[in-house]
Nanobody, 126 residues
Framework: QVQLLESGGGSVQAGGSLRLSCAAS????????MGWFRQAPGKEREGVAG???????SYADSVRGRFTVSQDNAKNTLYLQMNSLKPDDTAMYYC????????????????????WGQGTQVTVSS
């Protein structure tokens, strides 16, 4: 059974940093396309970052240069390092895994992903 478990969320002041983790079980995360999404109250779920099996990463314009996605294949864990956080980054953050061959091209679409974690809350205060 595939499971994704996020951790590392919390409350931080603007300009601060957090590192989110997503522990995968039931499969080898290095063989799937992995993504990070976020959803703020009243807003649609949006793609934040994605990483392919070869390590190539993609980012939303709103986080590029501030967030870094990475994965530790030995630990079967996905990470999202978030720096220079802004109040607009406040949201529930989710990791997701895709088995689709076109995941790299459409990584920002939630419908591409087959498995989702439960989420971890990030709150950034001004």
């Amino acid at each position: 059974q595939v499971q994704l478990l996020e951790s590392g969320g919390g409350s931080v002041q603007a300009g601060g940093s957090l590192r989110l983790s997503c522990a995968a079980s039931g499969y080898t995360s290095s063989t799937y396309y992995m993504g990070w999404f976020r959803q703020a109250p009243g807003k649609e779920r949006e793609g934040v970052a994605g990483i392919d099996t070869d390590g190539s990463a993609s980012y939303a314009d709103s986080v590029r240069g501030r967030f870094t996605v990475s994965q530790d294949n030995a630990k079967n864990t996905l990470y999202l390092q978030m720096n220079s956080l802004k109040p607009d980054d406040t949201a529930m953050y989710y990791c997701a895994a895709s088995t689709r061959e076109n995941a790299r091209r459409y990584w920002i679409w939630p419908s591409v992903y087959d498995y989702w974690g439960q989420g971890t809350q990030v709150t950034v205060s001004s």
